[in-house]
């Protein structure tokens, strides 16, 4: 089955086999290999030993970056303003509220990246706003957000940045050395590392940590005690049990990107995936949801075709008895199809999927001229 969804990704067969192990995230063997994982992440977000540390988390991408606002949005006096234009960053901000931090929302399109602009004038508009939380790479409808760009102003006006870096880190450009503003990046296992589920990870300025001592208000999603373990007991330790095979499979997956050139090499095989399926559906008739000057490298979406009796449910199973599977969910306003452009994928698949969806159209009864 080939998956063309955005997370968990197609993965390489000995990435999904280093799974195939038992190992005590104790014992001596493993914590070398764990220290290293920490050490090459936090390099790849550019940062510096000894001034940036890597906070890995047990979890899903939602449980990393409720900790990084935990962590670093003070309880009382801490504010996050979230550019909401998209699915990813109603959760943020749904994350943000349930833990009893305050949310100021900057509404915006889904079809395009927030202007720095727009952030600038929010945060001139209200002084006590103390952080922006921004998803880069946003899941739900495919655009990118202008991190470096949007990072300048938060920088200018003197405030602090949360970067949900989830399907972004590993394929867009991001570097904590040249973004001093952020106080964290947040990213997952089993995005565009090509590794499997089960951790998260923030990559954070070590001063920024010790300040945030006491914030969290949760032992678990406290980033800052995590930063204190390592300091106590080791950078090889761990708080609570891991997904130690997930850990392992993913200094694998980590160790073949950092040999297929890193992130230009994959960024370049994602956009090349990206193009050929947007140029694929179009020519099969799907009318696709961005303008490509706003499509990112992740995902791409397309509008469901307006025939009577489309269903995406349907469509997906169609799909799947050709051996593609992609999202049986959307997150826009108008119905859209989600197709993942990232994962072990390159363009023998992404034709291999456009002929599996010229199938299922056909197979739906949906010609040509109806599917836009
Ligand atoms: C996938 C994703 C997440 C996290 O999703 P989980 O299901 O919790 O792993 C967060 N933000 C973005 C932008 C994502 O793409």
């Known amino acids: 089955m080939l998956l063309l969804i955005p997370g968990p990704v197609q993965t390489r067969p000995e990435v999904r086999a280093a799974m195939a192990v038992d190992i005590a995230p104790w014992d001596r063997d493993f914590a070398p290999e764990y220290i290293a994982i920490r050490e090459k992440v936090r390099d790849l977000a550019g940062g510096v030993a000894g001034r940036h540390v890597c906070l890995p988390l047990q979890g899903a991408g939602h449980f990393i970056t409720e900790a990084a606002v935990r962590t670093f949005v003070p309880p009382g006096t801490g504010k996050l303003l979230i550019p909401m234009n998209g699915a990813y960053a109603e959760r943020m901000a749904r994350l943000a509220r349930e833990a009893g931090r305050a949310v100021v929302a900057l509404p915006a399109p889904d079809t395009q990246g927030v202007a720095p602009e727009a952030v600038a004038a929010a945060l001139a508009a209200d002084p006590s706003i103390t952080h922006v939380g921004v998803v880069y790479s946003e899941t739900g409808s495919g655009i990118v957000n202008d991190v470096p760009a949007i990072g300048a102003v938060v920088r200018a006006a003197g405030r602090r940045m949360i970067v949900d870096a989830v399907s972004a880190f590993g394929a867009l450009p991001f570097s904590l050395s040249e973004q001093p503003e952020v106080d964290a990046v947040v990213f997952t296992s089993n995005k565009c590392i090509e590794g499997l589920p089960g951790i998260g990870f923030a990559i954070s300025p070590v001063e920024r940590v010790e300040a945030a001592r006491g914030n969290a208000q949760s032992w678990s999603f406290d980033l800052a005690d995590v930063y204190d373990t390592a300091q106590r007991a080791g950078w090889g330790s761990f708080r609570f049990t891991p997904p130690v095979q997930a850990l392992h499979a993913f200094g694998v997956a980590l160790d073949i990107y950092l040999a297929e050139g890193g992130q230009p090499a994959r960024l370049a095989r994602y956009r090349e995936n990206c193009r ?97």
């Open 276 to 372: 050929i399926l947007y140029e694929g559906a179009q020519q099969l008739g799907l009318r696709p949801y961005l303008d490509w000057e706003h499509q990112g490298p992740i995902i791409a979406l397309f509008h469901q075709p307006q025939v009577p009796g489309f269903d995406l449910q349907r469509f997906v199973e169609a799909l799947k008895r050709r051996g593609v599977l992609i999202s049986n969910f959307y997150n826009t306003e108008a119905p859209t199809m989600r197709i993942g452009c990232i994962g072990h994928v390159g363009p023998d698949e992404m034709r291999f999927a456009l002929n599996a969806l010229r199938g299922a159209l056909e197979e739906m009864g949906v010609r040509r001229r109806d599917a836009a």
